[in-house]
Each structure stands twice: as C-alpha cells, then as structure tokens.
C-alpha cells in the first residue's frame, strides 16, 4: 500500500461514503497521494507516513503512530470531543468544518420560517382530514428576525433573509465583531433584542454562555406572536421552560431540528402540539458534504505546501 499525503479516516455521514470524500479530495489534489483507511489496521498501517488526516477523531494511540501529521481536519463544525492538548503538544495544527453546513441549514431556516408564516403545517393537517376552512397567515415582509449566532450558519441565515425584506437583529457572543445584521447585541442584551422579535433563530455553539439561554426569563420576554426556529443545540433551550411556554400561549411556534434530550423519548409532551414542528437533527444534511469539506482540506494542503495560512484553524 503507498504512502499517503493525505489520509482519510473510517467515516460516514448523511448516508454518503467516505469513497465520495476520497473522490473530491483526488479531483482536487492530483498530484498527492490520497488513501482510504478502511479498517483499524489499516488506519495504524497509514497514518505514520500522512501530513494530513481527516476524519471525525483520532484516538491517542493513532496520535502516537502519525510521525509526519502536520494537520488533522475534524470532520465537525465542533472539536471538543477532539484531544486537543495531545494534538497541540505533538504541534499538530487542528482545523474545522466550519462553513460546510451554511448553505444547507439556511436553506433549513428559511422554509421553516416561511412554513410557520404561511400555517403550513395547519394547511397539511386539513388536507389530512379532508377539510376545506380558510386561515390567516403572516408576512416576513416588515418582520424582525433575530439570530442568536452570527457564524457561518447565522450569516448564512441573514444573508438569505435579505430579499425578504425583513429587519434582522444579530447577537452574538462579541457584538464588537458586527455582523451582516442590521444590528448586534451582546447576550447581555439579548432581552432588548427579545423584546422585538417576530421570529428567533438559534444558530449558535452550545457553550457556557449559551446553555439554557432561553429559560423562563426568556420567554417571557418574548411576544406571544413569535416563532422559534432551533438548529443550534437542544440545550441552548431549557425544554422545561419551551414546553411551559407553549402550554400557556406564550409563543406561537416552534420548528425544531435539535432537542433536548435528544433523541426525543416517544412519549415527550414535545411531540403533541399541533404548533410545533420537529425533525431529527438532519438540518445538516447535504448530499455536498465531503465536496465541501474537501474544498477546505484541499485549500489547507496547498497552504501547508507553499507557507501559506491555513482555513478554519483552531489550534
């Protein structure tokens, strides 16, 4: 078997082989030598030789085998599952897939919120029961719509929502950073921008800062009009408070993608709302996946070969 530059790790995602990765990647890179570990001793035979690896992780003792890593590309937008104090002491560079789910979740965002405006989700139940009764719907022309988040996702989200001419209210964890909105907060104003919310979208990582940001408080705040989109992370939402809120007509909407607990128990009080729409953590799922990861690898092996910066670093 030869020695690879570039070695792809044992991995599927959204049904597609990592075969499909292992073709981006050699379209991209003629001149390198792209191989597919597809067992546990092949990913042991490989991966001294390879500069660059891929994949969803690397355990300590595939870490301790790779003499010549100079990158390991995480196949997530999130590393912290990663080792990252071995990978850093070994002076491996770890990079991300952030970007890759932009188009593909907005895409998500957008027709949930043109669902919920437009009561589709009531026009498939009549439809169901045969039932021919007129219903109002809502614009998103003129509405605000604030997005927690302002990363790839989030301006991806905005930068959709343009051409509906809505208003947009960012907030984001460094409000000084700006962003595509027409306005950015911190989370320590995250009321303020409550307050003025038709619709919320939450498009960020679950941190500290971000874990049950919307509690009771929170919904509260919010006018009992608004519509809540997630595809961020079940606990950025405290379930306990979103299920109060509902029970008590304190927000129109909701259109899940992520939940907390997740997967959802059969028998949560989640699933019985008629004004609650909930998919199972799929908003990511893109047939174009590995064409856009390998975009990045193929960017950061060209910077590794000629001193050049590398994309999506994260150590």
């Known amino acids: 078997m030869s020695e690879p530059d570039v070695l792809l790790l044992r991995q599927k995602i959204h049904g597609l082989s990592v075969d499909n990765y292992a073709a981006a990647m050699r379209e991209r890179l003629p001149d390198a030598e792209v191989a597919v570990a597809e067992t546990p001793a092949e990913e042991r035979e490989l991966i001294p030789h390879a500069r660059i690896v891929a994949g969803f992780t690397i355990d300590p003792e595939l870490l301790d085998r790779a003499e ?116 950015v907060l911190g989370f320590e104003e995250i009321h303020d921008a409550l307050r003025r919310t038709d619709a919320l979208v939450l498009a960020c990582p679950l941190t500290d800062a971000t874990r049950k940001l919307l509690d009771d408080e929170a919904f509260k705040t919010l006018p009992p009009h608004a519509h809540l989109v997630n595809v961020a992370r079940g606990g950025v939402v405290d379930t306990d408070a979103l299920v109060n809120a509902l029970r008590s007509n304190d927000i129109d909407a909701a259109f899940l993608d992520v939940t907390d607990p997740e997967p959802l128990p059969s028998d949560h009080p989640l699933w019985g709302f008629d004004n609650v729409r909930i998919t199972p953590h799929n908003a990511g799922h893109s047939p174009e996946y590995f064409e856009r990861l390998a975009d990045i690898v193929a960017a950061n092996y060209a910077a590794l070969e000629n001193g050049g910066e590398i994309e999506n670093r994260v150590v």
């Open 68 to 183: 010549n890593l100079e990158l390991f590309a995480c196949s997530f937008a999130g590393t912290g599952h990663l080792p990252m104090n071995a990978l850093e002491e070994a002076g491996v560079a770890v990079t991300n897939a952030s970007g890759v789910h932009g188009p593909n979740i907005s895409e998500y965002v957008i027709g949930a919120l043109i669902s919920l405006a437009r009561e589709f989700p009531r026009a498939a139940r009549q439809q169901n029961e045969r039932v021919w009764q007129s219903y109002g719907s809502r614009e998103l022309m003129d509405s605000t719509v604030t997005v927690v988040g302002l990363g790839a996702i989030g301006q991806a989200v905005v930068d959709r929502l343009e051409p509906f001419g809505v208003d947009t209210i960012g907030v984001r964890y460094s409000p000084e950073k700006g962003g595509p909105t027409d306005e």
